[in-house]
């Protein structure tokens, strides 16, 4: 709102005009203060909204207050986790939510199971040490397409993973195949799986003992003891996948590279990893836990 006085200004003085007006000049100009600084105020509450609603948004609106209050400190701005929540209830800045579907998955192996070596102790000291695979489904418009992928537990990093419209052990051969490229050092490692025949086949065992590798998998029947590639399953999923509608494979993969390598990898935080992303953890501390 624009006051007569400030009006007419140019061609009268603030003094005559609030003679005639009956107010005190001194009133006038506290009235010009407290609105500028209201003025300032509205700006900044307008910046800092706008880069809320920036860090959602990168976070392909799946953060809650904690990780966004979290990020805007990494960018700069302090401000509280309540101020956050309040932030985006104002604005309705809420993570989206999904319908899960679930695909009928059978098969047979030729193979035999390992014992379970890990039995759900997932925090890992060292890199290259436990790492965790499993496979899992994406819904298209010509039928399912498979992801088969391979956690290292040390800090939960998606290190290699595969797309087939086959879910075979090919699938995951290559996704082993993928995180062997990035890491050749495995002397010592678990690979950890469910009992899919996929991991329990003759092909794919023979693979882990050609690069001296140990397999580990879950009891029969207890989701619990490989719930990191589960978590990643469920999180990918939410986040991702059940936003989209597929019709080609070409689609699922660029959607799941930029999912996992430009976002998950190197951006997303993680409770677990002290609000790290999986890059960020790796980079501050394998030095220092393997010095």
């Known amino acids: 709102m624009v006051s007569p006085i400030s009006t007419y200004r140019p061609e009268f003085s603030v003094g005559k005009m609030c003679r005639v007006l009956g ?4 009133n006038y100009y506290r009235w010009q203060r407290n609105r500028r600084k209201k003025e300032i105020q509205r700006l900044k509450e307008l910046q800092r909204f706008e880069l809320v609603e920036s860090v959602f ?25 309540y101020s956050v929540r309040s932030m985006k209830r104002e604005h309705g800045l809420y993570p989206v939510k999904n319908v899960k579907y679930r695909p009928y998955r059978n098969g047979k192996t030729d193979g035999q199971y390992s014992k379970d070596l890990v039995s759900q102790h997932f925090q890992i000291a060292e890199r290259n040490k436990v790492w965790a695979g499993d496979i899992t489904y994406i819904k298209t418009s010509l039928g399912w397409v498979y992801l088969a992928t391979v956690i290292d537990l040390y800090n939960r990093e998606i290190i290699g993973y595969s797309l087939s419209k086959k879910i075979d052990a090919e699938l995951a051969k290559r996704a082993l195949s993928n995180a062997l490229a990035r890491n050749p ?13 996929q991991y329990s086949s003759r092909s794919y065992r023979a693979m882990l003992e050609q690069y001296g590798i140990r397999s580990s998998m879950s009891r029969p029947g207890c989701p619990y003891d490989n719930s990191c590639a589960e978590s990643f399953f469920a999180t990918i999923k939410k986040e991702c996948i059940y936003r989209r509608k597929y019709v080609t494979l070409e689609e699922v993969k660029t959607d799941v590279f930029e999912y996992v390598e430009l976002l998950y990898n190197r951006k997303r935080m993680h409770a677990a990893l002290g609000y790290l992303s999986t890059v960020e953890y790796r980079l501050k501390y394998d030095g220092l836990k393997t010095a």
């Open 23 to 26: 107010l005190k000049e001194a």
């Open 57 to 81: 948004k990168e976070s392909h609106e799946t953060y809650g207050y904690r990780k966004m209050q979290r990020e805007l400190a990494k960018q700069g701005l302090i401000i509280s986790e």
């Open 185 to 197: 050092d495995v002397s010592g490692l678990i690979f950890h799986s469910d009992r899919g025949c």
